[in-house]
């Protein structure tokens, strides 16, 4: 008999308006939601040592299928020892499943009913991938949460193919969930490890109210809103997720994917967001731009150049308070890595003390008053 | 009365052979030599933190005056505290006089008497760099040994053309000597700091003993051999070597400017030299090659694809012994900055294991038997 630790498990604890404080349970430990998941696309949190990651507080970091599968191959990663040994992340791992990247990256795709034939960005070898395909990967690399394979369109679209998209995404969702609940079975896979379905549907609310439904009478451990994040705007976003969210159940963790700013993650929150991931901290701090609780801050800026303050002497990051706006301002005018290093640490440091703030408010039912004072913080330019 | 820990001094300690074992003395703490200094060209020893620099046994780094002249300017590291907390390094640092890098990165130079003019490789401002200018902006940046302003000129070059700019340098060796005493005595240096001077004369014998005895007739606390890896090749800079140490004295350090691998470093001590930089270590590490104890490492290659093993179970870095083989060349070949990171890490540690195994071979009496036996491993392709 499997003991309760051995199975993935959603348990809510608190609540204040509609914003949940949670934890997610799996054998490789506990995720404290709302969860933010530092992206590890190739297998490294871009510019952070596994260390940093893990002593930032993050509780799960991305890693990405499509990339994954070209370079080193998800073959590779298992008979390596799978995702985590090889990139030193012994916490879990949430794989995307492809379908996103084949349509941001790949040259030459052809989507059939089967699946997505496309061609590396790399050196244009031939792919396929399907949700067979994209959860064998997923099962190979060892994610401890998976991610149904779905077809995600560009915006704006018109909704005649929004629809056939969405209606595709559904088939291939039950496809995923068969492809999972095999590799449980023949080993790939355990209890441990959870697939969840993802809601398509562009900005059109009978879509996405649809797609929901589908997937929750499909009865996934928890349900994903993709198809966001892509140009829509923050307000359509939002508009967005209120349409969807009604139509989740309580007792299930629900992942925004790809999103967002600070603003974006206190927002979706607020409506009952318990997961999110995105490239913004390290894609930022490459850029000279850090996240602190007073606001942005540009270290490109000429204001900066002698100013001898850290980012945040109260930060629990190293970076933010060991050196000098004046020194980060002079590693980014100079391209160093350096610059890329501490900023993409800070940022990533500042986006788990955010979780753990809105955890905490959540937990004192204030939610709302916190986010309201904070948000204009934020938002500034520091 | 000054006390004569803040005075700057050097003592040998012991000899294998021509192969000194010695220690500088600093206000800010003493130099084990022989000494290999890591390159932290503008402020930044690039892809390591400050702590990784001091924890890899590093008692002294190098600054680059050019570079920090240009950006951000000696003026404004003077004003913001000098180099040493800009760049978080309480250690000791030696700055070069700029002369060599005018030469190989500044567009328009004329050389006169006065010093040279040149127009900024970075956004084509122009500059002037003489003796007295180096050696304030050195005094500015607060470097503990600092070099005098010379002429480095390419290699093959004329002798008359050699000796010109070897007498030229002479000139403003004692230009240089002066600046350095007038400081002193206006507070903008103290006696804790020095001022080396700078052995010149291609790979000519005459003209290196000429310099060389010039040098030494002013007392300098300390001499360089410069001018050198520059494209002679290894034996035609021993043998320049050769023909210049005999004409240094013992009682001060000896500094080989720029070199080199692990082989050159090992050969140059045989013969007496102290202290040593180079950019190797961390420009390798951001090109995939790696400094070990059984040869170098060219992480690119395919054979370390699906290797678990470390790169060294047994070095003092954890870079060497927690990353697989088989994941650095996936970062590697990926791009990723963590390959760099990493490897700039293990290449920064690896060089001080090698000078901490030089200075024991010789406190036991055995440098040579010890060069001969490490030498074959060092060059091997590993």
Chains 1, 2 share one sequence.
Not at 4 to 25: E, N, P, T, V, Y
Not at 95 to 120: C, H, N, P, W, Y
Not at 197 to 209: F, M, N, S, W, Y
Not at 349 to 378: N, S, T
């Amino acid at each position: 008999m499997q003991r309760s630790q051995d199975k993935f498990g959603f348990m809510l604890q608190g609540q204040s308006g509609a914003a949940r404080l949670g934890s997610i349970s799996t054998p490789r430990g506990a995720i404290r939601t709302p969860a933010f998941m530092p992206v590890g696309t190739v297998a490294t949190v871009k510019a952070l040592y596994p260390e940093q990651v893990a002593t930032s507080g993050a509780d799960i970091l991305l890693g990405n299928t499509y990339h994954l599968m070209l370079r080193p191959g998800a073959e590779r990663v298992h008979r390596l020892g799978g995702l985590h040994s090889f990139m030193r992340w012994d916490k879990p791992i949430l794989t995307d499943s492809g379908g996103f990247q084949v349509m941001s990256l790949s040259k030459i795709r052809k989507i059939t009913e089967e699946g997505v034939a496309f061609q590396s960005h790399l050196d244009g070898s031939r792919h396929m991938l399907s949700p067979e395909r994209s959860i064998e990967i997923q099962c190979l690399l060892g994610a401890d949460i998976q991610m149904q394979f779905d077809e995600c369109i560009e915006l704006p679209a018109e909704r005649s193919e929004i629809e056939r998209a969405m209606e595709l995404s559904l088939r291939w969702a039950e496809r995923s969930r068969l492809a999972f609940e095999h590799h449980v079975e023949d080993g790939l896979a355990t209890r441990g490890q959870a697939l969840f379905g993802i809601v398509q549907g562009g900005t059109d609310a009978v879509l996405r109210r649809r797609s929901a439904e589908a997937l929750v009478a499909m009865d996934f451990p928890g349900y994903a809103v993709g198809g966001l994040a892509v140009g829509e705007g923050h307000e359509a976003m939002l508009a967005t997720l209120d349409g969807v969210l009604p139509f989740l159940p309580a007792g299930k963790p629900r992942y925004l994917m790809g999103v967002g700013t600070p603003e974006d993650l206190i927002e979706a929150v607020r409506r009952g967001v318990d997961m999110f991931d995105c490239v913004m901290p390290t894609r930022n701090g490459r850029h000279g731009l850090a996240f602190t609780w007073s606001g942005r801050v540009n270290l490109r800026n000429a204001k900066h150049a002698e100013d001898l303050s850290p980012l945040d002497p109260q930060s629990t990051c190293p970076g933010a308070r060991d050196y000098s706006r004046a020194y980060l301002h002079h590693l980014v005018r100079s391209g160093e890595l350096l610059g890329s290093m501490i900023l993409s640490w800070v940022n990533t440091c500042f986006y788990q003390e955010l979780m753990a703030a809105m955890r905490g408010a959540i937990a004192d039912g204030r939610f709302d008053a916190w986010a309201d004072e904070v948000k204009p913080h934020l938002a500034a330019k520091a």
